[in-house]
């Protein structure tokens, strides 16, 4: 298990060498230290996620050094290693190192590689100290580290004002969260004495029924900590309510979004979640809160996703309603079903993020889906790799026959345990999971059509034909205007390939591992094997509901996309307050901006104009030197120049002078 220190600290120290190094040399030196390190740290993560699958391993503890000891809080920097632990490894340095080789080539072009590559490198090393976190201040100490990076890597191009904006309204709104967490971590500490993970979770089961007072009010101890501690995981993980710095990300390099925004910093809430699940289970209330919001934020984003035009934004949205999905298993108990979803998740979702790339790359940065069309003849391999992360998000696959594309093992089984559960809230979750997994399958599919299929519409793109060469020699025989689109380098379709091969199979590999081995869990979550019993016996019409209804998004997606073309602009000026409600992301930035930003700037003018200029300038240096300016005025006019005139005045000093010594 000392391996993990290799994991941990390589991509750190391959980050400050790129940083440090910078311009003064190539940038493939960058690139290669980068890329080397995480693939390294890739190759030594899957056999300790592989010997926690075979049951070989057991959870360890590996110290780095004495961190804190002040009075009664004391802890250790440590890196904890268990079956949680492990699958996060995976997920993050393989997905890191795929997406820092496809950089190579989508980056090629950037003057700034080896600050981007350093960045990557910098963000991986502060995940990683967030999973493998013994204790809650450690764990915060990763979770501010990739919030510095991603604000690092939002703003990439801070020439771009829409970049610099996306980048300072990620790290405003997860301050927001932070705040939250931050205070879930002084409650803990005052309830429990401690910071150490294990021993609040050990302790946890027998503070169920604790109260405590809050807000002038009786409430149950368990409940307030833990939904302090969920309100960081809905900043982090862009839940409903403080989702909406996600779509605006997208302002950073595509690469970018498929590290962060897809397979690894947004399941930081998610993961957390899980390992303090043996706390929530003693918090029922915080629990329905996880279960309602994450429901939420799984068919709010899904509507929104429907109406945006923008394949990087639609992927966004898709991504806030996949964790959603996350969100609400857990609430109801299903850990291990939650996890599972994030690992099948991490694979298809970066697949279509960096297949969404090389899209982009191809129609020379456009990425209004309008502008696409008949794309599948000219990109085959990209086209075939988006179709296997599109067969996996939708979960095609059939129950009876046991096959199924990753989607298929991970979602259906959410829905079947939220159903399962038997309760209102579970009920609820599932129905709004259904109706989610409709839309996922319909904008899905939606985005496969409008840009593969269909006619070639890159001809109509201002953009595309005035980036591009148009001699006769370069255009040849073309019709479209003298662009091809073309396909990606190598360097970007091996890690397309490798993440279609985990969106085929990681499902049907693993799903028995993560959903009914209890024993692969260890202590590491709370696992419940009744609910997954239950899961197992729901009725069949509950375990097809999720393939009937990808099945409808299909059929309405390729009546509207591909056999009538018309329908989209009918349906959208015959539902047309609905449309703009979906299309605007139900308004929630224009509530915001009147709520808290014209607010906050109407007060920063007061205190401007009536505190700064008002008071303090006016009877500070502005007063002091009205002050002097009229005492100078009279002063001058003592400084007559004549003789007679100061001995005047020294007469009238001495005067005084013996007057006040005498009397």
């Given at each position: ?9 390589l ?21 290669s ?40 809080l ?6 904890r ?54 204790n ?24 771009k ?6 980048a300072?309204?990620a ?24 910071v150490?993970?294990?021993e ?10 604790a109260t ?8 149950h ?22 989702h ?38 003693t918090?029922?209330?915080?629990l329905g ?21 923008d ?6 949205y ?13 609430g ?36 209004d ?16 790799a ?5 067969l996996?998000i ?10 199924g ?10 829905l ?23 839309l ?26 005035h980036?591009?060469?148009?001699t ?23 890690p397309?390939?490798?993440l ?12 028995p ?5 209890a024993?692969?869990?260890g202590?590491?979550?709370?696992y419940?094997?009744?609910l ?5 016996a ?27 073309t ?12 609905v ?19 014209v ?42 120049g ?11 000093g ?10």
């Open positions: 298990m000392n391996s993990i220190l290799f994991i941990v600290f991509p750190l120290l391959a980050a400050v060498v790129a940083g440090l190094v910078n311009k003064s040399a190539p940038s493939v030196f960058a690139k230290i980068t890329t080397g390190a995480l693939f390294i740290s890739c190759a030594l993560s899957w056999p300790i996620f592989l010997s926690f699958v075979s049951g070989s391993a057991e959870a360890s503890v590996v110290p780095v050094l004495t961190w804190v000891q002040s009075g009664a004391s802890f250790d920097w440590a890196l290693v268990d079956t949680l632990t492990a699958v996060m490894l995976v997920v993050i340095t393989t997905v890191s190192a795929l997406v820092h080789l496809y950089s190579w080539g989508y980056m090629e072009e950037d003057p700034d590689q080896p600050r981007f590559f350093a960045y990557l490198s910098l963000f991986t090393f502060a995940m990683l100290m967030l999973v493998t976190a013994d809650l201040v450690q764990m915060f100490f990763g979770w501010e580290g990739v919030g510095l990076a991603s604000y690092l890597l939002i703003g990439f191009w801070f020439k004002p829409s970049a610099n904006a996306a300072i309204k790290f405003v709104v997860n301050r927001v969260g932070d705040l939250g967490f931050m205070l879930g971590i002084f409650g803990t500490f005052w309830v429990f004495g401690t150490s993970i294990p609040i979770l050990e302790a946890a089961p027998g503070m169920s029924g405590i007072g809050f807000l002038g009010l009786r409430v101890t368990m409940d307030v900590l833990c939904i302090l501690l969920f309100i960081g995981a809905m900043g982090k993980s862009a839940q409903l309510g403080l909406t710095w996600l779509p605006d990300a997208m302002e950073g390099p595509t690469p970018v979004s498929a590290l962060i925004h897809a397979a690894t910093m947004v399941t930081a809430g998610v993961f957390m979640v899980c390992r303090l699940s043996p706390m929530f289970e918090a029922p209330v915080a809160m996880v279960t309602f919001i994450g429901a939420a934020t799984c068919i709010f984003a899904a509507t929104v996703g429907t109406t945006q035009w394949i990087k934004r639609v992927i966004a898709s991504t806030c309603s996949q964790l959603g999905y996350m969100f609400f298993a857990a109801v108990g299903a850990y291990g079903a939650a996890m599972f979803h994030l690992f099948t998740h991490a694979f298809f979702k970066a697949l279509l993020f960096l297949g969404a790339g090389s899209v982009i790359h191809a129609m020379h940065h456009e990425q889906m309008r502008y696409y069309g008949n794309l599948r003849k000219h990109i085959p391999l990209t086209f075939w988006m179709m296997a992360g599109t996996a939708t979960g095609v696959g059939i129950y009876h026959l046991g096959a594309f990753a989607g298929f093992w991970s979602k259906d089984a959410i079947e345990v939220a159903y399962g559960r038997g309760t209102e809230l579970g009920n609820f979750a599932f129905w709004m999971g259904t109706l989610a997994a409709l996922t399958s319909f904008y899905s599919w939606r985005l496969m059509f409008l840009t593969f299929w269909g006619k070639p519409r890159w001809i109509e793109s201002e953009h595309i034909q980036s591009v060469h148009k006769p020699e370069e255009a040849g025989e073309d019709t479209t205007g003298g662009y091809h689109p073309h396909e990606s380098p190598l360097s970007m379709l091996i397309l390939g490798v279609s091969v985990g969106a085929v199979l990681a499902g049907q590999v693993f799903a591992t993560f959903l009914d081995d024993a692969f869990w202590q590491s979550i709370f419940n094997e009744d997954i019993h239950r899961m197992h729901v009725p069949y019409l509950v375990k097809y509901a999720a393939f009937i209804v990808m099945l409808i998004g299909l059929f309405v997606a390729w009546l509207a996309y591909i056999k009538d018309s329908i989209p602009g009918k349906a959208a000026e015959q539902l047309g307050p449309y703009r409600f979906f299309y605007n992301k139900w308004y929630f930035d224009e509530l915001y901006h009147y709520l808290f930003v607010p906050a700037f109407w007060l920063g003018r007061q205190f401007w104009k009536l505190g700064d200029i008002g008071t303090i300038d006016r009877f500070g240096p502005n007063g002091v030197a009205w002050v002097i300016e009229k005492g100078s005025v009279g002063a001058k006019k003592f400084q007559t004549y003789l007679y005139s100061y001995a005047l005045v020294m007469l009238l001495l005067v005084a002078a013996v007057t006040w010594v005498l009397f």
